[in-house]
């Protein structure tokens, strides 16, 4: 039987070597099964012999080294994986960082040049603006969009110098005395008296506009929500906004001005007739809306010709600048008053009582015939004719009010002149 258990060796050591170098473990277990097999084969037969205990011995020797030189690299291996893998983690963990930063600051970035561009699309559009009312819905956006206001107020400086509101969207502060000669933006609390946050503490943002020493204006945003922590950013936003906005508000202030030229009569200072005439307009189309009335005074100074060619045309513009101011002086802030042509004043007089107006009509003719001018040694008075019509009595229409108003004049001036005519008493 030694033969047999020789072959079993010789087989187990085939194997082991074989399915070692193929399967590394199972390999090693399964040449060990055999082996025992050859030693329970051994004993039971009682018939080892040399050889046979030689080859099971050198089998025994292969596989336990075959599998110690297992058991040494899988254990390197393992150790080797285990640190590999950690290092890995360590350098995923390490890129994840990076690139989470990466990405926040690619965010960053982002939102400023998103910003920068809506900043620059607000220059393009307002230096595109053609008028201040084209000026206005753009600026009405960004501001709600860099500061997310829910109001807002420009002012210009006028030609004395002061602020002057231009457009005021919600209730915002007016601009205070120790803020005046500020140039960066400023923070402050108000209380509004009416609107939706009356008598609640809500935040002005003051944006100065200077151009080098000259002071073009101011913008007071009002912002409701505003945490401690946000306030340094927005006065540093605010600061980049109204840089940009300076050169587009000067462009807005010279239109004003042109604007106000355009529309007033230079020696006087009164609206002139076109504007007048426009305004006329309006006035019927909301007085037939509301059903409302309105009057009209066509006012003209008497014998003007006479004060011209006797004192000449420099003493006639001085008396016509004071007549102009007169006739100013006596209507109402919301009356509009025009120089209609050389020594013709227009007034509209909107709700006005016909009974009332006469009164009033009559103090403003005995102020200026009361008016003595000093031409030399000399006192010299002047006299108006006044003719007035009410819409919708005496006339339906722009043209047929003014109209009615110049017929009842031409009647004063035919009923002797330095008197008022009402248009019904001239049809009837
Ligand atoms: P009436 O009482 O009928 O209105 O007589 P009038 O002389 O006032 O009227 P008329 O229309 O005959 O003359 C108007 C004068 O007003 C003629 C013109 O020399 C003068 N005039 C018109 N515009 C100006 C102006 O800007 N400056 C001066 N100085 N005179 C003016
Ligand atoms: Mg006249
Ligand atoms: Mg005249």
Known sequence: MSGLSTLLFTLGLVLVMALVYATGMAGWIVGCFLLLGGWVAILVMKAADPGAIAVQAL???????????????HTYWHKRTVKDRRAAEEKQYETRGVVDDLRARIAVKVTEVDRGLKQYELVRRLAEAMSWEEMSPPLDKALKHFFRSDGWALYLTDEKGELSLVQRRG???EPRAEDLAKKDPFLHTFIPQSGTDE????WALGMPLWRLHERIGCVIVRITELAPDQQAALLAEANTFAVQLIFAMAKA?????????SRTDGLTGLSRRGPFEERLREEVARA??????????MIDIDHFKNLNDSY???VGDEVLKTVAQRLHDGIYETDVIARFGGEEFVCLLPRSQPAGLKVKAEQIRQRVGNEAFVIGLEAVHVTISIGIAHFPHDGDSPEAVLGAADRALYAAKAAGRNCVVEAASVNS
Do not use: C
């Open 288 to 297: 037939r809306s509301f059903r409302t009335t309105f009057s009209i005074l």
């Open 253 to 261: 202030k010279l239109y004003r001005e042109l604007d106000k030229r």
């Open 312 to 314: 000449g045309h420099q």
């Open 199 to 202: 008598g609640r503490s809500v």
């Open 171 to 173: 209730v915002t502060p």
């Open 59 to 73: 089998t025994a020797a292969v596989t336990m080294g075959l599998a110690l030189r297992w058991i040494f690299r």
